[in-house]
């Protein structure tokens, strides 16, 4: 990835890869990237936990907004929230141009992914089991599709997205 170095950078982590034997150097990228980092998913957040070694946290809000769960806190990590219900409600906020004054961790994602200039997704392709049973909710893969595409169109942003 060749960003210019004057422009804002951001990383999206969410789903785990589908060969758990990528843990490490996926944890590693996520550990080197130059920019702020958002971890969206929960499998994802103990993925980055487990092999770098830090500790999530319970953020200070714990109430659930928006039907969102809270946040949660990492060091070095700008943001961590649940996957799927999350990107879905940020897809719904960047759709509607309702990008500012949000507090929920959807509204948070939304404002990082206005602030910065390029947005580079990691997207984990592992089938998540608890979600498989679950109707009418779209896959990861389908939501960061849409978001990209919005993020392209409406809001001129420069993206990078690989799946792994």
Do not use: H, W
Request: charged share 25%; net charge positive; hydrophobic share 40%.
């Amino acid at each position: 990835m060749n960003f210019d170095t004057q422009n804002k950078k951001l990383l999206i982590f969410t789903g785990t890869p589908s060969d758990s034997s990528k843990d490490f150097e996926y944890a590693n990228f996520f550990k080197n990237f130059d920019g702020e980092k958002i971890i969206c998913g929960g499998s994802t957040a103990n993925l980055i936990s487990r092999e770098l070694n830090i500790p999530i946290k319970m953020s200070n809000n714990v109430m659930n907004i928006d039907g969102l769960p809270p946040s949660f806190v990492m060091d070095g990590v700008n943001l961590v929230t649940e996957g799927v219900l999350t990107l879905s409600k940020a897809v719904e906020y960047l759709k509607s141009g309702r990008v500012t004054g949000i507090d929920n961790p959807a509204g948070k994602l939304v404002k990082f992914l206005i602030d910065n200039d390029f947005i580079c997704f990691v997207v984990g392709t592992k089938l998540n089991q608890s979600k498989i049973n679950v109707i009418n909710l779209k896959s990861r893969k389908e939501i960061i599709d849409e978001m990209v595409l919005i993020l392209q169109n409406k809001y001129s942003k420069k993206i990078s997205v690989q799946y792994i």
